[in-house]
Structure formats: structure tokens, C-alpha cells
């Protein structure tokens, strides 16, 4: 059963199924569940997974540099991004808060929370926790016939810890283990006693790379960083037969980072990220265009491979099972660089780009952002530029708060 057939089946509306599944998972999976569930879509095949809020970019700085911030200087988000850069943190302890008004172009009551924070155990180790809350705001139920049938208020939210170490001066390794719960159903009488919670572990491991160049007069920093994360098991929310991939994600990046002086400093950024989730196959259809299903009711795959595999199949066969070979595994690699400035180590302007293909999901946006300094005290902001006009991710403002203290 599809996220949309099972959504349906509580007695929603289209609108309302929309706005669920759009904020469940990233912006444009939902263009293939729609497919799945109205007629095959055999022209744009986007990667939908459960638990979608574990890939939104979380924090102000990084998202302001167009969500490239694997390889960037660590701070207490450096959970999200990267866990191996979080024991080259110079502060021995420090916490951030972050928090994003989500699509609120479409509704003014959803939003994402990230709080996370560190502990450096030793000069060569730190320890750090996250948790992240998604409100999906309140959802409006109606019956077949149109009429009011109350209304819920779905959310989701996970909790972990992470470990990280230096193995050199130069080098880092870190895991990450997180708890996810996911509550879309609310326990709604109609959906049928089968309807529970989603739940998972997961796990993310990390390596980072930095070292120092010099540049004439001036210094410069040259840092490396990938990572796998959201590695745990399917969730369900019915049954075992119906179960959905996390949002696997291999992430691959660099940034350099250039102090022209004791005033002025400035860091590019780029990375590469990757679901790491089967892509959906080409069905075979009869001259109506229905799918052709065999003897045991499973739909006939034309191009493509199976979807439904275990975890460790459905990670490493992500690279080679897309219906049209090389050319649409490349297209399923997502782009991201952004820039950022230093004034003083006081203030900061950022400006970045985001690039999804058309295929696979259509996101494309700039941003920009600000972040000021002052002792232990940070503040940084995001905003963000959709390509298309009257898009939903338009006016997206995030905002953190940082602290970093020395014993």
C-alpha cells in the first residue's frame, strides 16, 4: 500500500493527503507516490522513503550556504552533518537550537526543531546528542461525503548520540545511533487496528579530512568529509507487509577556508549527496494504462529491479538499479556550494545553491543568510530562494542559537 492509499483510507481529502505526505518526505517524492497511486509516472521516478524530516538541513549556517555543510568548521550541528569533525571542535562544550517554520507558504503550523549539543572528553574526543522534533500541524479529517470528521496533529521526532575521535591531527571518525518515532496515524479508529506508530534505529558513520595550506602571506584550510547516514531498518505503520526504506543518504564534501588576514576569512563549500534507496522501476500497463500484475499479484516490472529488498541490498543496489542505466543514477545525485564570509570572527554573510534534477524531485533554490558572534554567544539565520515562483519551500527562514564554553 502507498503512504497516499494508506492516508486515504483514514478518510482524508486529496488536499489534506497532500499536505502529509509533503511534509513527511522531501519536496518532490511525492510526485512518484501520486504516480503510484493516480497512474504511473514513467517520465519522473523520485525516490520516496518514511521519515523525510531526518534530511531536512536543520541549522541556519549551513542552510545559508545552500545546505553544504559536510566540510565546513565543526560546531554542536556537526551531528547532522558530519560526525567525524565534531572532536576538532577547539571549545571543550556547547549547544544549539535551531528551528525551521516548515512550507510555510502552504500552512502556518508546521515546523522543525533540532536541538543538539557536545562534550569534548579529551583534546582527541568528544561525545555530542540530538533531537529532532517535526510538527506536522494540525490535519483536518473528513468523511467520504465531505463532511468534518475532526482532526489530528501528526508528529515525529528522534533522539541519538554520537561518538567521535581523532585518529591523527588530521583525520576524525565518528557514529552516530538515534532512536525515530513516527506517529502519523494518531490512532485513528478508521484506519483499523493494524495502524500503530512508526519506529526504527539507525546509525551513521563518518570520516573528515582537514589540513592546513599556506598561501604566501596568508593561510588556508583544505577539508574533506563523507558520510553515510539514516543506516537502520524499514518502518512500518501497519503490518510487515508494508513496510518503507529510511532516508539512507551518502553525503560527500569539501571546503576551503582562506584567512587573508586577521580581519577577513572566507570558506567555499561544496557537497554531493545520494539517497542511498532503491528507484522505482518501470511497470508494465495494459492498453488502459492499469499495471500488469502476475500469478502472485505482484506489479510486472518492465525496466528496473525489484524495490522491495532488504536494507543492504536496497543500499548498495541504489547505485545500479535505475530504469535508465548510468545517465538516471547520476541524475539521483543532488548538488549543493555556498560561500561564506567572516568579518572579525564577528560577523557573517552567507549565499549558496541548491540543485535537484527535474526527475527526481525539482528542487532548486538559492540562499542566503547572516550569522553574528559575540563571546560565547552565536546567532545565524537562513533564507531561502526557490527557481520557481509560487513555490511551496519559498520564504523558508530558519534560525539558531549557538553557545560554546571553554572549563
Not at 203 to 211: E, H, L, P, Q, S
Request: overall charge negative.
Amino acid at each position: 500500500m502507498t503512504k497516499f492509499a494508506f492516508l486515504k483510507s483514514f478518510g482524508m481529502n486529496k488536499k489534506t493527503i497532500f499536505g502529509i505526505c509533503f511534509a513527511m518526505m522531501q519536496l518532490g517524492s511525492i510526485q512518484q507516490s501520486l504516480g503510484q497511486f493516480v497512474g504511473q509516472d514513467t517520465t519522473r521516478r523520485v525516490i520516496t522513503t518514511a521519515v523525510g524530516f531526518l534530511s531536512i538541513s536543520p541549522d541556519a549556517r549551513a542552510a545559508g550556504m545552500g545546505d553544504a555543510g559536510s566540510a565546513i568548521a565543526p560546531d554542536a550541528n556537526s551531528i547532522f552533518w558530519n560526525a567525524g569533525k565534531l572532536a576538532f571542535i577547539e571549545n571543550n562544550i556547547g549547544f544549539s537550537l535551531n528551528y525551521t517554520p516548515w512550507l510555510g507558504k502552504i500552512v502556518d503550523d508546521m515546523s522543525l526543531s533540532y536541538l543538539s549539543g557536545y562534550y569534548k572528553l579529551t583534546d582527541d574526543q568528544a561525545v555530542g546528542l540530538e533531537f529532532r522534533y517535526f510538527d506536522l500541524g494540525d490535519i483536518n479529517l473528513f468523511l467520504d461525503n465531505g463532511s468534518p470528521n475532526g482532526s489530528v496533529r501528526p508528529r515525529e521526532w528522534s533522539v541519538g548520540g554520537t561518538y567521535s575521535r581523532k585518529l591523527s591531527e588530521k583525520l576524525g571518525v565518528g557514529v552516530s545511533l538515534r532512536f525515530i518515532h513516527s506517529n502519523i496515524s494518531q490512532n485513528i479508529s478508521t484506519i483499523g487496528d493494524d495502524s500503530k506508530p512508526g519506529t526504527s534505529v539507525a546509525g551513521d558513520i563518518a570520516v573528515y579530512y582537514n589540513t592546513d595550506l599556506q598561501m604566501g602571506a596568508s593561510t588556508s584550510k583544505l577539508a574533506f568529509a563523507g558520510s553515510i547516514s539514516n543506516i537502520g531498518g524499514k518502518i512500518s505503520y501497519l503490518n510487515d507487509e508494508t513496510k518503507d526504506f529510511l532516508p539512507t543518504n551518502l553525503r560527500l564534501g569539501t571546503a576551503w577556508t582562506a584567512n587573508f588576514d586577521a580581519y577577513n576569512t572566507i570558506t567555499l563549500s561544496l557537497d554531493f549527496n545520494k539517497l542511498m534507496v532503491p528507484t522505482p522501476p518501470i511497470y508494465e500497463t495494459d492498453s488502459n494504462g492499469n499495471i500488469v500484475y502476475d500469478q502472485n499479484g505482484d506489479p510486472v516490472i518492465l525496466r528496473g529491479k525489484d524495490p522491495n529488498r532488504g536494507v543492504i541490498s536496497g543500499m548498495f543496489g541504489s547505485f545500479a538499479d535505475a530504469p535508465d542505466g548510468f545517465s538516471e543514477e547520476m541524475q539521483e545525485f543532488m548538488i549543493s556550494f555556498g560561500a561564506e564570509y567572516w568579518y572579525n570572527q564577528l560577523f557573517a554573510a552567507r549565499a549558496g545553491y541548491f540543485y535537484e534534477n527535474e526527475n527526481k524531485g525539482n528542487r532548486k533554490y538559492f540562499t542566503v543568510g547572516l550569522g553574528f558572534r559575540y563571546q560565547v554567544f552565536g546567532i545565524d539565520f537562513a533564507y531561502l530562494i526557490p527557481t520557481e515562483q509560487e513555490h511551496p519551500l519559498a520564504e523558508t527562514l530558519r534560525f539558531s542559537l549557538l553557545f560554546n564554553f571553554d572549563n
